[in-house]
């Protein structure tokens, strides 16, 4: 199971090789960085450019959609890093805390996800502060993860924690870009299409049920308490690490669990309504 998809796919002993060369040293570490971040701005700004060309006007929902795209590469590679990762080192569904070493040392492996992660952080960062600075979620949620991860790699511990949460969180990420797209669709056409509405209800319905599964059933014991028992329970090897580390690890899952929890709240309402998309949420609201 250690090689997981990466192995199926026959990439696995190129990725190692691959993460070994740059984490080698902090200039290795820079430059994957930075040509990380170069990317995804790039892919961007050309995702842009093409949904113009296409005849999409709405220059919010252009700049939307552009990041949806980088968001959609992002978070479907990094699901399967993250797992290939969590595989390699003994983590299953149902592990307790003692199954796997939370406090461990950085594998290069480990490492190299962390930078493709922070990278794409970074890049979307600078489009939710030039161009959406009022999605303060998303803001927040990507500085924590950025703090969470950059703590991790100065102290050169804990990256399986990085990999438990980025996973868990990310692996609903293509169901909810999907929704996200597809209310932007509607949005552009400013119609309510039959097509587009039941598109955007579909991932709407399959976010709601990934959500229940993994944000509200499974993820206060498979995150919040077995990273809690492990850094603050006297795990082996968590004295090695901070409190005040420790304490950023532990506390940031339970804001975003928290914040999960919100917004699975606020899609039930919406699913209930029949109205997911913001135009067909406009059109009910004018109907009452």
């Not at 040392?105 to 030039?130: E, K, Q, W």
């Not at 703590?151 to 996973?167: A, D, P, V």
């Not at 899952?253 to 899609?267: D, N």
Request: glycine fraction near 10%.
């Amino acid at each position: 199971m250690s090689g997981c998809v990466l192995r199926e796919l026959g990439v696995e002993a190129d990725w190692v090789a691959f993460s070994r060369e740059w984490t080698k040293d902090a200039l290795s570490m820079a430059v994957l960085a930075l040509v990380f971040f170069l990317f995804f701005y790039s892919w961007n700004q050309m995702a842009c450019a093409i949904f113009r060309a296409n005849g999409f006007k709405n220059k919010k929902v252009v700049l939307e959609l552009g990041s949806c795209s980088s968001s959609l590469i992002h978070c479907t590679v990094v699901s399967v890093l993250t797992y290939y990762e969590l595989c390699s080192q003994g983590w299953g569904l149902f592990s307790s805390s003692e199954a796997f070493d939370l406090g461990s040392a950085n594998t290069p492996t480990g490492i190299a996800t962390m930078f493709f992660c922070i990278s794409y952080m970074l890049a979307d960062l600078v489009y939710l502060h030039r161009f959406s600075p009022g999605d303060k979620q998303y803001i927040v949620h990507h500085w924590a993860t950025v703090v969470y991860m950059a703590l991790c790699i100065w102290i050169g511990r804990g990256h399986l924690s990085t990999m438990l949460c980025i996973f868990l969180g990310e692996v609903t990420g293509p169901i909810n870009n999907g929704m996200v797209i597809s209310n932007l669709i509607v949005t552009e056409t400013g119609v309510h299409t039959k097509a587009a509405g039941r598109a955007n209800f579909f991932f709407a319905s399959c976010l709601w049920t990934g959500f229940l599964l993994i944000r509200v059933l499974y993820a206060p014991w498979g995150v919040c308490w077995v990273l809690g028992s492990f850094y603050l329970g006297g795990g082996a090897g968590a004295g090695e690490i901070d409190i005040l580390t420790r304490l950023v690890w532990v506390g940031l899952p339970l804001l975003v669990e928290y914040g999960s929890i919100s917004f699975f709240f606020t899609l039930t309402a919406d699913l209930r309504s029949g109205a997911t998309s913001d135009v067909g949420k406009a059109a009910l609201k004018k109907s009452k």
